[in-house]
């Protein structure tokens, strides 16, 4: 008799529910968020599982790839497609929550995702890191342009290089100023050079990674865009159609068709953040920068015309991320005219 299992996974436990294959309640117990005690709860029945459902989130990457290594019939259920599925019950609990998942695992209601290989959850760690390190450069920069604005000390037009002189130099009447300043500055300075260590580190993943390079001959596509890509997309035979690449990742418009009515609104702008967000400002680059024209450059060019600057951004953004997939499987170049050579 094959059994099927919820796990409704916290920070500290784990709260499991096993089901036959007619829904009766076999056990329902509690364990440590830690694959091994969640294992060895599993098998106090000594049966097999058909299924066991574990909702995506911060622990489930860890937990899911360990449950695999171990022969257990894991399954990592998409958040969104969950809680719709969970939000009929009336009382939330860690306890219903595991009875709902085993419930969905018996009756095959659920959609699965697809869980990124280790070699990719490193590859998002490195990009996270610099991001966030870039963010707090800029924060610090943007605020002291604002507090020394209120003493009339205007900082202007500025490179990052000479930022830091061009503080000290405004200040330097101001020793209560300077004294303030100058911790700040000495903090961005530490930040930038770490940020420096990040990005090396990023191109030189970059430079050694023949995914990366293929992709680095789209236009627009530099080391930053090719890597998050490859992070995000992970495995090209995810998707059957590489037209399904870009709904994916929220860049189509949403539908609303009832009856009589159907209306078209904006971009559903699900997904991923990190990769949408790449591929809006390669778009960019390919529409307003001064490189080499091409078909898809001209494509956008019309789509401007016709269309409006903004929609003609999220539609290359759109065609780039099909490009893209389509270079990655068929391990093929850009081709920048309409005939091959």
Request: proline share 4%; charged share 25%.
């Amino acid at each position: 008799m094959s059994l099927f299992a919820g796990l409704d996974i916290s920070v500290k436990t784990t709260a499991i529910c096993i089901l036959d294959a007619n829904g009766r309640i076999l056990l329902e117990t509690m364990a440590d968020s830690a694959p091994e005690a969640i294992a060895i709860r599993l098998r106090e029945l000594d049966q097999p599982f058909e299924r066991i459902g574990l909702e995506a989130g911060p622990l489930s990457r860890w937990i899911y790839a360990a449950l695999v290594d171990m022969g257990l019939a894991a399954i990592c259920v998409e958040t969104r497609h969950m809680h719709a599925a969970l939000s009929a019950r009336i009382n939330k609990t860690d306890r219903n929550d595991a009875r709902g998942i085993a419930q969905m695992m018996r009756v095959g209601l659920f959609k699965a995702v697809h869980v990124k290989t280790p070699a990719s959850q490193h590859r998002r760690l490195l990009l996270t890191s610099r991001k966030l390190l870039q963010r707090k450069i800029y924060d610090i920069e943007n605020d002291l342009r604002g507090s020394l604005r209120n003493f009339g000390l205007k900082v202007g037009v500025v490179g990052s290089v000479k930022f830091e002189d061009r503080i000290r130099k405004l200040v330097e009447g101001h020793a209560l100023v300077a004294a303030i300043v100058g911790p700040l500055l000495e903090a961005r300075a530490a930040l930038r050079t770490q940020f420096a260590k990040l990005h090396r580190m990023l191109l030189e993943l970059v430079r050694v990674d023949p995914v990366c390079r293929r992709l680095m001959s789209a236009p627009g596509v530099g080391p930053i865009v090719a890597l998050t890509f490859r992070t995000c997309v992970d495995n090209p035979a995810r998707f059957s159609r590489s037209k399904s690449v870009g709904a994916h990742y929220g860049l189509t418009p949403r539908l609303y068709q009832s009856g009589e009515v159907s209306r078209t609104g904006r971009i559903s702008r699900c997904g991923d953040v990190m990769l949408r967000s790449s591929l809006y400002e390669a778009a960019l680059v390919v529409l307003t920068g001064p490189g080499r024209w091409n078909p898809l450059k001209a494509w956008g060019v019309a789509v401007a015309r016709r269309r409006g600057m903004q929609k003609a951004i999220v539609a290359v953004a759109r065609k780039l991320a099909i490009i893209l997939h389509r270079m990655w499987r068929d391990e093929a170049d850009f081709r920048w005219t309409a005939t091959a050579a």
